[in-house]
């Protein structure tokens, strides 16, 4: 008896701490500021010139439930929330039998967010899963219930979900994908659409229409379930035949990777609230040169035939602040949204070279340097040998100098300046320009065995094109809150790295690859392309059995553009040409009309006129002649300096 008693005292207190608990919260929440509900996915980007390129959810895009199909309602409760006139944020049950489900399956097959839950998510910018995120989310889960009805809640949901192709909010997306107001929606239009929010980039129709109609089953499987709809409605619905707009059937511009790129780096940067409803929206200044970007669009489209399944990736950068001026991550968002320009890593082939001759420049280089030619095979300490080859086993069986062995993409010559540095120094100058992928410490690596990011290699080239100067690759220059607070200013920071003068040698040894003084026993890479090009710029291709890219750059623009398969399918070749000549238009048309200007000479540099092939300095007698550039007191001779004897010494023959 006494127990009894102990017990019931105890549950009635406990009774009584969570009933003051609740009112406590109750109170406190009813009496602290109250959430602007209508502020989420308020986001607005502007270009370069300060003009609106996309806007999420806005007063003007948002309506009233009335104004909402009764189908999409429908769909939408009873698939994400059919308790939801019932809970007052959380529903208990549905969490208790999610947590038996997949505690059971061993694998998260099913979610039990209520409806509130999911709003409250979207007023935060990020989607992390930390503890503190969870508590915040509950909170507001609570602000959410306390302060407004559920009318309110349904209302703003609906106003702010993600639909895909960068449509927030039903109106956004009625309006995109049927040409229609949310209230017309019937029932096969309103199913289809409710499916996409689970996972936009698989559920669009546009992107994967049989997985969209499976997921429109499912919903519609659940209408009838609850006694919404009847079994022949559902199949009359399932059967219809879906009219798309022809806003949506277009390849949708890629501009849609650049904004993804823009909320992605959004999320990183410190000094923007994650929570968005406490601020007035935001307006996000970008570096997007829209002239630039459209131009890199049509060039991709024209350069690529339509029925291929090559992919590309394609930035270009202002080389002075690292802003990002256009970008494409891809040939279509509508088929695949997956940015490879920030979410991609690919082997980057013999783009990697160029930062190896810095590297040996500044170890006492020079551009008339020589090594020898040939087939070789490497042995190292330990016995194992290594057997690079140029490519179509190319060699001229003679030494040449190392503005002939950027010229050709010599991979033998790269392989023994290498080895006769060591890696460090290869890894040491790329990481100082910006190169954040690891790079292992192996003979291969300067012929782009590694994998690095498209936007880190424009980053790193960025540094030649600015003569020496580290540069953070960005999109985002700006952003304010919706009183035009600033809340975040980019800084442009340039950190000096390498020495000018070095780096003016370099970029003129890179103007090789398109220059007919170079023919001999091989043709320079990107010569197809010399009588296009109306301008100066240092250029280097990069080729791998699955990847092609191409980079080059002057004083205004550093460009970048990689093109290859998803699943690392080969490449033929016809399809390496591919980046050359969307790199080639891209840069032509950035520079058209714009005066030809080069890199001025420093004063402890000198230009000799040499044999372009040998290095060594010109004669009357030589057939061709060519200015290149030398620190002052190393200028070449008539002999030849070859540095296969010192490799020899260093154990690799």
Request: with cysteine; glycine share 6%; charged share 20%.
């Amino acid at each position: 008896m006494r127990l009894i008693k102990k017990i019931i005292k105890s549950s009635f207190i406990i009774l009584c701490l969570s009933f003051i608990l609740n009112i406590s919260i109750f109170v406190y929440i009813k009496n602290s500021p109250k959430l602007k509900i209508n502020n989420s996915n308020k986001i607005s980007l502007y270009d370069k010139d300060g003009k609106l390129f996309f806007q999420g959810s806005n007063n003007k895009a948002w309506i009233s439930l009335n104004n909402i199909s009764k189908n999409v309602i429908n769909s939408t409760l009873y698939t994400e929330d059919k308790n939801f006139y019932n809970h007052h944020g959380f529903d208990i049950l549905r969490i208790l039998k999610a947590s038996f489900i997949n505690l059971t399956s061993g694998s998260t097959r099913q979610g039990a967010s209520t409806i509130s839950q999911q709003y409250a998510k979207n007023l935060f910018l990020d989607f992390d899963k930390t503890w503190k995120r969870k508590w915040d989310e509950m909170w507001y889960t609570l602000k959410l219930e306390i302060n407004y009805s559920k009318k309110d809640i349904l209302e703003g949901y609906f106003n702010t979900i993600n639909y895909g192709h960068g449509m927030y909010g039903i109106e956004n997306a009625s309006k995109f994908y049927f040409n229609k107001n949310a209230k017309n929606l019937d029932l096969a239009e309103a199913s289809i659409l409710t499916g996409i929010p689970k996972s936009p980039s698989n559920y669009s129709p546009i992107i994967n229409y049989k997985l969209a109609k499976k997921r429109q089953l499912e919903i519609l499987n659940l209408l009838v379930k609850n006694g919404v709809i009847s079994k022949e409605e559902r199949d009359n619905a399932y059967d219809e035949k879906l009219v798309f707009s022809n806003s949506s059937k277009e390849e949708l511009n890629s501009i849609m990777y650049y904004q993804d790129a823009v909320i992605k780096e959004l999320k990183n940067i410190k000094e923007i609230p994650k929570d968005i409803s406490t601020i007035r929206g935001l307006k996000i200044y970008t570096n997007l040169d829209r002239n630039a970007q459209s131009n890199l669009e049509e060039n991709i489209k024209n350069s690529i035939p339509e029925e291929s399944k090559i992919e590309t990736a394609a930035v270009m950068m202002n080389p002075n602040t690292g802003g990002i001026i256009a970008l494409v991550g891809g040939r279509n968002y509508n088929r695949s949204s997956f940015n490879r320009v920030t979410d991609s890593k690919r082997q980057v082939g013999s783009t990697m070279k160029p930062y190896l001759y810095y590297a040996a420049l500044e170890n006492g280089f020079t551009s008339s340097s020589a090594f020898t030619s040939e087939a070789t095979t490497f042995t190292f300490s330990d016995k194992n040998t290594y057997s690079p080859h140029n490519y179509n086993n190319t060699y001229g069986n003679k030494p040449i100098s190392m503005a002939t062995a950027i010229a050709y993409s010599e991979n033998i010559y790269a392989v023994k300046t290498n080895l006769f540095l060591g890696s460090d120094a290869l890894i040491n100058v790329a990481k100082r320009v910006g190169i954040t992928s690891k790079l292992d410490d192996v003979a291969s690596l300067p012929l782009g065995t590694k994998e690095i990011s498209i936007s880190e290699m424009a980053a790193g080239y960025s540094a030649f094109a600015n003569l020496g100067y580290k540069v953070i690759p960005h999109v985002i220059e700006k952003v304010e809150d919706g009183n035009g607070k600033i809340l975040y200013q980019n800084s442009d920071t340039k950190t000096p790295v390498l020495n000018s003068s070095l780096v003016f040698i370099l970029n003129n040894m890179l103007t090789a690859t398109y220059d007919p003084d170079y023919i001999d026993y091989n043709y320079p890479t990107a010569i197809g392309i010399a009588n296009k090009l109306t301008h100066k710029y240092g250029l280097k291709s990069g080729t791998t059995n699955s990847d092609n890219w191409n980079i080059g750059f002057n004083k205004d623009i550093c460009t970048a553009v990689w093109i290859g398969y998803d699943n690392n399918q080969s490449l033929n070749t016809k399809e390496y040409k591919y980046s050359q000549n969307i790199w080639m238009m891209s840069v032509e048309n950035y520079e058209k009309n714009k005066k030809d200007e080069w890199y001025e000479i420093p004063k402890n540099v000198t230009g000799v006129v040499v044999e372009p092939i040998s290095g060594v300095v010109a004669t009357e007698a030589s057939p061709k002649k060519k200015v290149m550039y030398f620190i002052n007191g190393t200028e070449p001779t008539n002999s030849i300096q070859v540095f296969d004897q010192k490799l020899d010494e260093k154990s690799a023959t």
